[in-house]
């Protein structure tokens, strides 16, 4: 795997409620640059094939590109 190879890796910001998809060289470049998500080792058992899917298509980006609006907002929110 060249250096710049990504993966793509499942995120949830608070309890679930909010869940994306970033392709990133590591989980830890994305602990990194957005400490605020849980990165998921696996889809939790209550997530449908469907929905993995449905994120995966509509709320995924490169962790090199513009964050969306909500990771935005998010990480400039005080702790």
């Known amino acids: 795997m060249s250096e710049d190879s990504k993966t793509g890796y ?5 309890a679930g409620g909010i ?10 470049e994305i602990a990194q640059k957005y400490p605020k998500l849980k990165i998921a080792d ?5 997530m449908s094939e ?17 964050p969306p609006e909500w990771l935005t907002a998010v990480m400039n929110e005080e702790a």
């Not at 499942?10 to 608070?14: H, M």
């Not at 696996?42 to 209550?46: G, S």
């Not at 995966?56 to 590109?65: G, K, R, V």
């Open 42 to 46: 696996e889809a939790p058992r209550w």
């Open 10 to 14: 499942l995120v949830a910001y608070g």
């Open 19 to 28: 869940w994306a998809y970033i392709y990133a060289r590591s989980k830890d």
């Open 50 to 66: 469907e929905t993995f899917g449905m994120i995966a298509s509509t709320n995924a980006f490169d962790i090199d590109a513009e």
